[in-house]
């Protein structure tokens, strides 16, 4: 089953309909600081706990924070915390950076939020169900898809040791790349919008609509994302030319 995507082609689209911008000044320009995720794994990791999450924000110090959670599920997701102090939501759950550090920092620090995520829960389960059944329909292929994932776990292994400070580095993204390619190249163009490039194309175009939204602020934006869709990220933010691009590792202290 081969398909265009629907989603590539409503991006590239817009990219073509899209207005030039005034050049910004050097000193309006916005800072963006990508911070890489790893989700459930916050609870468990000693190096990258939730506390230092916080810790991480707290040093960054930003003014907007882009969150790993579809527009239409954030306010439903704000409005849990607020009543109760929980959040139940089921996509915003998944992402306790979220919901156990960064709603209680914003009671404090009120920095705004900016959703962009471009997930939704069809897409989600289609891809689920069309990775399981290429297992048995698909078994070369899928055979090589977790050959490179493995390959790339080892390397994320040896070169960080759970660092996170080495998380950040365009060597672990490198990594990445090029862990994701087989996936990319025999997986992508049978996953339609759920394709990695397409959905993570998708999420970068929400990034750069807030980016171009509040162009020459003189704001810092940090993004909370997943750690395998940064390199994808910063490729395209470091080709911006009203941006400056902060590694988050440039706020620790030595």
């Excluded at 400070?165 to 087989?182: A, Y």
């Amino acid at each position: 089953m081969k398909r265009f995507s629907l989603l590539l082609v409503v991006i590239l689209l817009a990219g073509c309909a899209t207005t030039p911008l005034k050049p910004v000044a050097p000193e309006n320009r916005n800072e963006v600081v990508v911070m890489g995720m790893i989700h459930s794994q916050h609870k468990t990791s000693r190096q990258y706990s939730l506390k230092v999450v916080e810790q991480w924000i707290r040093a960054i110090n930003p003014d907007y924070i882009m969150v790993e959670i579809p527009p239409d599920r954030i306010d439903t997701a704000v409005e849990q915390f607020k009543q109760d102090g929980k959040v139940t939501e089921p996509r915003s759950v998944v992402f306790p950076e979220f919901t156990d550090v960064v709603l209680p920092l914003q009671r404090e620090m009120h920095f705004k939020l900016i959703p962009v995520s471009a997930w939704t829960a069809d897409l989600a389960r289609e891809r689920t169900a069309l990775l399981n059944y290429w297992q048995h329909t698909r078994p070369d292929d899928t055979a090589e898809v977790n050959a490179g994932k493995n390959r790339m776990f080892g390397r994320m292994r040896e070169l960080t040791g759970g660092d996170p400070r080495k998380m950040h580095t365009d060597e672990f993204d490198e990594i990445v790349k090029e862990g994701l390619e087989p996936y990319i190249r025999l997986f992508d163009p049978d996953l339609g919008d759920g394709g990695f490039t397409t959905i993570t194309a998708a999420h970068y175009r929400l990034i750069a609509d807030a980016l171009d939204e509040h162009r020459g602020e003189h704001k810092r934006f940090l993004v909370m994302f997943g750690s395998w869709h940064k390199w994808f990220f910063l490729e395209r933010l470091r080709k911006r030319d009203d941006i400056v691009v902060r590694n988050p590792t440039e706020f620790l202290d030595d």
